[in-house]
């Protein structure tokens, strides 16, 4: 069975603060792919980044950058130097499993950024 | 440009009526998912299409129901028979099967319905 845990409900900081947001994933499948959305307070989901499981290097965009570890089954997100802009709502997701067709979602991490 | 529009953004209906929500998309998709969203919590599928005229159901489909009839077009009726309808509502789309499976999902902007 597939599944994503965000153990982090809510984190705050204050601005400037690096943050990383933890994503743990169940998958036997070595076929997948992972995802990070954000929602801002507006509700739309915005598609951030996506790997797959045959690629483990890591990522990074601005101040965003992403950690993928396959031996911990991990795909955490970083901010660094955090702004009051990027306070929202975090997903991770996985596509894989039997059914390929599916997004399994994690329940979010809520960031709250500062000034 | 292209993206999905939902409509409308806020909807209030009375209890025992049912109610259908409208999700448009000129992204060219195949596939196109409902997801329902309470507060503080994560997304919930409740159907799913991956081509016209054929949908799965998701994870929470009771009291729900769709149609396919368009590419375009996934509208999302919430019966009289669900029994916690008050959510908020997000629609999204992806590039379909087999050659796309790393395509993420594009959602639009959601509809909070709220049942008195």
């Known amino acids: 069975a597939q599944k994503v845990t965000q153990a982090q409900t809510e984190i705050s900081v204050v601005e400037k603060e690096d943050v990383t947001l933890d994503c743990v994933y169940e998958t036997r499948d070595t076929t997948y792919y992972l995802f990070w959305y954000k929602q801002p307070p507006s509700g739309e989901l915005v598609f951030l980044i996506r790997?797959?499981?045959?690629?483990?290097q890591n990522e990074i965009s601005g101040r965003y950058s992403w950690n993928f570890q396959k031996s911990t089954s991990s795909f955490n997100f970083t901010i660094t130097a955090s702004q009051v802009v990027d306070s929202a709502v975090y997903f991770c997701a996985l596509r894989g499993g039997d059914n390929f067709n599916k997004f399994y979602f994690g329940s979010g991490t809520k960031l709250n950024v500062k000034p | 440009d292209g993206g999905i529009t939902q409509s409308p953004k806020y909807l209030f209906r009375k209890e025992g009526q049912n109610v259908t929500l409208s999700c448009e998309q000129n992204?060219?998709?195949?596939?196109m998912y409902w997801y329902r969203q309470d507060p503080g919590q994560g997304l919930r599928l409740i159907y799913y299409?991956?081509?016209?005229?054929?949908?799965q159901k998701g994870d929470i489909a009771e009291g729900y129901s769709v149609s396919r009839e368009k590419k375009e077009s996934f509208p999302l009726t919430v019966t009289s028979a669900q029994k916690n309808p008050t959510a908020f509502y997000l629609c999204?789309?992806?590039?379909?099967?087999?050659?796309?499976?790393?395509?993420?999902?594009?959602f639009g902007n959601g509809t909070r319905l709220t049942v008195t």
């Open positions: 299409s991956q081509i016209v005229n054929d949908f």
């Open positions: 999204a789309s992806s590039l379909g099967p087999p050659s796309s499976y790393n395509s993420p999902l594009h």
């Open positions: 992204l060219n998709h195949d596939a």
């Open positions: 790997r797959n499981s045959f690629d483990e």
